[in-house]
């Protein structure tokens, strides 16, 4: 007997007849003798409906009621899943975030778990086996006692830290492709999938465009050792595959220097020409900046050729995009530039793999692939396990397609 957490996102919830297949998935855990709990998402497309309707509401909402309206989809959702495995004979109850409890930070819309109590699931567990059918993406904040959600994609997170709560032997996340590949099989084709990637690997495809998990559950997973899986919810329940096991470096037989490549639209790009060259600059952009809780990314400094001013390139979260640019026009007379110019049809595309701490000039190979193809790059950053290049939108597919061959990771 084990202990499982199942996760179906949106696309395998999106119907009642995609409920009832899920669920199938279901009761062969169950009748294989394990203890489960199931995470829901909403169904697709629902959660988007509901951030519009806080959109319509007023273009300026408060972000308590936003969770309030934004946690409905996944209620509905653990409600038809509990009385689909109901008709199915299995003993299930449904689970909100505020009943379960799964604690999270008052931050509102991108809460983070501060803990999950799985007293209540873990005596249904002992009374009859029962199915703990938890809506995902919620929870409740301990303090003022309202309910929060934990940011888009946050049900992969909800089930993992929910995993690491109930001692689970594994948490498996059903998704709508059967693992996860070298990079977005809808834009290459030629994607492999992988049969185990690195905690350390995923968190960085993750974070840089990846969303085939939200970042925290991989977090979350790492830090709580909770063995996790990728797979499909649309594989014949009665006879599934694995999917792909994220695992420890050293678990990994068969080590490439790259892995995957991510790309992340989600990336706008700020220059300010002409800035005085002199001690503080940075910290007068990029201070007001972080005061307003804005992630800059990419930085690339110039020094122009009068020696007095230079250029400042660096990227922003296009949703910050707006505010970013009203900051600095605010303080245009203190930071003392010459101009602002900002674009948002700009892609991040990142390559990843561990191998690139032991082998040089694994970036250098991938400038000239682009240049090759006449891709410019805007931006370049450089870290232990990956580097990123910020080119114009329009290339994306061709980017990625052309590092996807160059490192070797085309399917046969
Ligand atoms: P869910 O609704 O189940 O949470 P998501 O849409 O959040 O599903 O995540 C699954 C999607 O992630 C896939 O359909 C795929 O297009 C995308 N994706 C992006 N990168 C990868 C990758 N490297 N491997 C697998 N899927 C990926
Ligand atoms: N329903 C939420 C979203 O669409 C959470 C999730 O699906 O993971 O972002
Ligand atoms: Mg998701």
Redo the contacts with the bound molecule.
Sequence with gaps: MARLVMKF????VATVERIKNAARHVKREFDAGNQVAVVV?AM?GKTNELVAWCKEAAPVYDQAEYDTVVASGEQVTSGLMAIVLQEMGLPARSWQGWQIPLYGSDAHGSARIEGVDGAGILAGFDRNREIAVCSGFQGINPRSQRIVTLGR?G??TSAVALAAGLKADRCDI????D????????IVPK?RRMDKVSFEEMLE?ASLG???LQVRSVEIAMVQRVPTYVRSSFDDPENPNPGTLICDEDDIVEQQIVT?I?FSRDEAQITLRRVADKPGVAAAIFGPLADANINVDMIIQVVSDDQATTDITFTVPTADYERAKGLLEAKHDSIAYQSLQGATDVVKISAIGVGMRSHAGVAARAFRALAEKGINIRAITTSEIKFSVLIDAAYTELAVRTLHSLYGLDAA
């Design positions: 996102g949106g696309t395998s998402s697709s994609g049900s992969d059903y998704t709508d492709v693992g996860v590949y070298t990079t977005d099989p809808r994607a495809m990846s969303k085939v995957g991510a």
